[in-house]
């Protein structure tokens, strides 16, 4: 292959277990390595655990063990949280693996030998949980922003990095290479912070403070400072400088890290390179913080706010969570994430318009057609769908170039509604009755079935086992990016499974129903409870007419009705855009449940509930009067 990609993760420091900060990361990291793999890039996807410095050793001696055990036991907690999240690194490199501490030696004597390396004494401010010291800049009322507790002041001897004298080549570097930070924002952060003196770094610890790292290489009382020892692994898990994989990959490196450790990896890390003689990255992509959206405060352990990932794989599933973190966040940007949040992403795109329409078209196929994909015979109707599906690849392509992640999936997800309205303007249930239709009948679900096998592979990256379910359920194969720029390549003939699993259960309750065999629905007589004609005549219908519909900003599902009943207007929210436009609604009268008390959904005060059908294809149409009659006028 001539394409390469790398990409890493931050090497997550083992002084405590995974949480939703590191699974966000890694996700992402996940996503794009899976993406440039169907692309056709040769890729590599680097993760790990950082082992060294002084707060695994003050949490080893809390826990009363040995800090390499200590660390076997932490370490080996990312490694299956990674399985978990189905998370697909060819690599996992720990900070206390020999070939780690071999590099780590080789590049501080390179930078000792070029005379950028002295020993002096320090005084400053030192915060423990970042590892380093802080400037008064960096405070705010007197703490550490990330930690929220004032640093200690500190005075010892160390080796000090000549890093002032980098100074102005990074910052000509950075303003001569903008994609080089992104987004813009930390780029443009970084470059105010080169713009005053920024002074040398401390790259060691007293080994008698700091008994656990790697020693350096001419003072053996000495362990090398953990955010230039860390930074390294990047270089180490190549094989620096000699191992093919080093050649092939550095020079097109992606480091993904959080805004919290942008300092080290933009200031350290570049100038220890340059200093070493070893080329710079390529792009240095900076995340924001996932916050409550209760408290809207950073997720934190110490501050006890974060959200368990893995409970949330455990009741949703992996790929429900995983595309949840990629769709509802925006990459570079502080999010406000929920449990509440994720079921109704899950229910709307997932169970709703992605799922249900795998479930009717395998349906009709069983049903119609003896579960074989029919050949189509394409129409004037079909062209717009069949350029929007072709066209998919390149759009999102470009989007995830640029981090636009959730622009991506929603791209794609736009395209599984176009599927959605496409099916119901068709109506192949009808075609299905009609003697002349079974040749449009069959175009149509072969075409359903073609733009499904599109969105698969498009979303294989974020959601791995149900995009390839959803190939399985239609008897495809897999695919690259390269078999989707051309309409067609579900071949007709191809059989598809008598039964399969609900591809994403619906959430009513905040947990999905158990999975059941998806067979087309038998015709039997539906259990549902009696009741009395007392209780039945309590219920108030009423003809209403639609004077307005808009769609409910940020609930795909929703539209928005504004009801005139004669003597009223009323407000009410329905679940029906997966089958009505807007625009196609004013002037319709409809059945009311008037006498319904009044519910919040998001944010807007619904004021009874409109009648639907639907059958056990999942169409669905509104109940309406079958002649004219007054608004307003009572349904008996």
């Not at 083992?14 to 990361?25: C, K, L, M, R, S």
């Not at 990959?249 to 350290?268: C, E, M, N, S």
């Not at 495809?476 to 990016?481: N, R, V």
């Amino acid at each position: 292959m001539s394409k390469a990609f790398y990409v890493t993760t931050p090497i997550y420091y083992v002084n405590d277990v995974p949480h939703i900060g590191h699974a966000y990361t890694t996700v992402i990291a996940d996503f794009l390595a899976r993406f440039h793999r169907l692309d056709g890039f040769d890729t590599y996807f680097l993760t790990g655990t950082d082992e060294h410095g002084e707060k695994i050793y003050q949490a080893a001696h809390g826990a009363g063990i040995d800090p390499q055990q200590f660390c076997d036991r932490i370490s080996q907690r990312f490694r299956d949280a990674w399985q978990v999240l189905d998370i697909s690194h060819d690599d996992f490199i720990r900070t206390t693996e020999e070939r780690h501490k071999a590099v780590v030696r080789r590049i501080l004597e390179a930078v000792h030998a070029a005379g950028d390396i002295y020993y002096d004494e320090y005084e400053g401010l030192y915060c423990v949980g970042c590892e380093r010291f802080l400037t008064d800049k960096e405070l705010v009322n007197g703490q550490c922003p990330d930690h929220l507790r004032a640093p200690e002041r500190r005075r010892e001897g160390n080796y000090f990095f000549r890093m002032e004298k980098y100074r102005d080549w990074l910052r000509g570097y950075i303003r001569d290479n903008p994609d080089f930070v992104r987004p813009t924002g930390y780029r443009n952060e970084v470059l105010a912070l080169l713009g005053e003196p920024i002074g040398d770094l401390s790259i060691s610890r007293p080994k008698g403070r700091v008994p656990w790292g790697i020693e350096l290489p001419w003072d053996a009382e000495h362990v090398a400072y953990v955010w230039v020892d860390a930074l390294i692994n990047y270089t180490s898990a190549l094989g620096f400088p000699d191992d093919a994989r080093y050649r092939a990959y550095w020079p097109v490196a992606q480091h993904l890290i959080g805004k919290d450790i942008l300092k080290p990896h933009a200031v350290f890390w570049p100038t220890v390179l340059k200093a070493a003689g070893v080329p710079l990255y390529q792009h240095l992509n900076v995340g924001g913080f996932l916050k409550g959206h209760d408290d809207e405060q950073k997720m934190s352990k110490s501050l006890g706010n974060v959200i368990d990932p893995f409970e949330m794989a455990e009741k949703y599933g992996t790929d429900a969570v995983r595309y949840y973190l990629l769709k509802d966040t925006v990459y570079g940007q502080d999010s406000s994430i929920g449990e509440q949040f994720l079921v109704e992403r899950y229910n709307a795109d997932l169970a709703n318009d992605l799922g249900n329409l795998l479930s009717r078209v395998r349906a009709l196929l069983t049903r119609h057609t003896d579960g074989v994909l029919p050949s189509p015979s394409q129409q004037e109707a079909d062209e717009e769908l069949i350029a929007t599906g072709t066209a998919l690849v390149g759009q999102v392509r470009s989007l995830v170039g640029r981090l636009r992640i959730f622009e991506a999936l929603e791209t794609v997800m736009q395209f599984v509604r176009q599927l959605n309205r496409y099916f119901n303007d068709e109506a192949p249930w009808k075609l299905a009755k009609d003697p002349d239709g079974r040749e449009r009948l069959g175009t149509v679900l072969y075409n359903i079935a073609e733009g499904l096998r599109i969105v698969s592979v498009l979303l294989e990256p974020a959601m791995p086992s149900k995009a390839r379910q959803v190939r399985t359920d239609l008897g495809l194969e897999d695919y690259t990016f390269a078999d989707l720029e051309a309409w067609g390549q579900a071949a007709p003939g191809t059989k598809i499974p008598p039964e399969a699993d609900i591809l994403f259960p619906k959430s009513e309750t905040g947990k999905p129903k158990r999975q059941t065999p998806q067979t087309p629905p038998k015709k039997e007589a539906p259990q549902v409870e009696q009741i009395s004609i007392e209780d039945f005549s309590k219920v108030q219908l009423r003809v209403a007419e639609v004077k307005a519909a808009e769609k409910v900003e940020g609930a795909d599902r929703l539209l928005k009705l504004t009801l005139d009943l004669g003597d009223e207007t009323r407000t009410v929210v329905g679940g029906i855009a997966q089958w009505y436009q807007p625009e196609d609604l004013p002037g319709r009268k409809v059945i009311l449940v008037a006498n319904l008390k009044p519910a919040k959904l998001r944010g807007i005060v619904s004021e009874g509930m409109i009648l639907a059908a639907e059958d056990g294809d999942g169409n669905l149409v509104l109940v309406g009067p079958d002649q004219d009659i007054a608004t307003g006028a009572e349904v008996h």
